[in-house]
Structure formats: C-alpha cells, structure tokens
C-alpha cells in the first residue's frame, strides 16, 4: 500500500477497506497517522488478539498452513457461471453481489477458470497481536474514523467491535447497515455511499494539508 500510494505521489490521502482490508487500513493508519486524512472502516476494526503464551502454537500452525498450501492444487472451475455459484453459496451471497467478488478474482487457465487469490491468505498469520498492542494501535488513530457494521450475521460479535472501537478510537462513528458482510455489495450500497461520501468530505485533522 506504501509503494501504490508513493507511486501516485501521495503525501495524504483517504483510506478505506473491507473486513481484513479494514485491519489492514487500521495498522497502516496507526503507523502513519500523519499521511491519513479520513479512515473508514468496513465490518472490521483490528486484528484478534492473542495471548502472548500463544506464541510458539501460533508460529508453529503458521509453518504448517503455508506448506500445506502452497502445494495444494487450486480448483479450476470449467465457466464463470460455476464460479459464481459457488462463491453465492459459500458466502450466502445475491447472484449479483457474488458475481462482483468472482469476476474480479477469477483467471483464465487451462481447462476453465481459477481464483487469483494468494493460498497463504487461508492460512494461520506467523505473530499475532496482543491486548496491549492493539490498544496502542488503535488509540494511534488521530485521524477521522468511520466504523460501519452489518445488522445481519452475528449481531453480538459486531456489538463487540462497537464496544471496542468505541474504548480505543476517540472520536470514533458508528453506523450500522443493511445486509450481511458484504453490505457494500447489497442494497445497502444505495445510502452506504453518500454517507461515506459525505464523511469524506468532512473536516480531517488540523494539521493536514
């Protein structure tokens, strides 16, 4: 992200993800608070924590998923319609929504088409952050920060992510939509947008340019 941002000759900008993108946006957001404008925050806020005593399970189960899936044979779908109907079922996605997420993850091979995605993704992260670490991350955040939620799914583990950006992130908003995980892709996405938008086009910190 450093090096797109730096190719583009960006010294600020704004910065938005989805799920693990969001973590990944909140640790860029923490390490270079004085480059980000406005953080916006799509059904994630940070990684989960893990006890320090969980150290050596952790890089040991790390080790093992990535040789495990590096020699695996990625699946290779005959069309794009089978594609498609996987990643609905998978997900419990709309057609529309989950041909969004296929057709831009998909790749022509021999005898039909595979997903681009990285196998190691699957697999179990080398270090984990613990408690005390992810606190200081977030309370980096000096930066506007908008956390959306999805109302459908797992209704008390969002309520968790409210509590926990809310004790961490000043200033913080909160909105929830419609839908479930992939909300941006829904229906929600018709009043999703002009309220980004239009968070965007807030103040950003003082000392930005």
Not at 172 to 186: D, I, K, P, R, Y
């Amino acid at each position: 992200m450093l090096g797109i941002v730096s190719a583009l000759g960006w010294d600020d900008f704004d910065l938005l993800g989805h799920s693990r993108g969001a973590i990944i946006c909140t640790l860029l957001a923490a390490a270079f608070p004085e480059r980000i404008r406005h953080l916006v925050l799509l059904d994630a806020v940070s990684p989960e924590a893990v006890e320090p005593e969980r150290f050596p399970a952790q890089l040991r189960s790390a080790l093992q998923d990535k040789q495990r899936l590096l020699g695996r044979e990625g699946r290779v779908f005959p069309d794009r319609e089978q594609a498609v109907a996987v990643r609905a079922g998978n997900g419990g996605l709309p057609d529309y929504a989950a041909r969004l997420i296929s057709e831009r993850n998909l790749r022509r091979v021999a005898g039909g088409y595979a997903w681009t995605t990285d196998p190691r993704l699957q697999g179990a992260s080398p270090v984990k952050m613990g408690e005390a670490q992810i606190a200081a991350a977030l309370s980096a955040l000096d930066m506007p920060v908008l956390l959306t939620l999805a109302e459908g799914g797992d209704r008390s583990a969002r309520a968790w992510m409210e509590q926990h950006a809310r004790r961490h992130i000043e200033g913080v908003q909160v909105a929830w939509a419609t839908g479930g995980h992939h909300f941006h892709l829904e229906a929600a996405v018709g009043t999703l947008a002009p309220s980004i938008i239009d968070f965007l086009h807030g103040e950003p910190r003082e000392s930005a340019t």
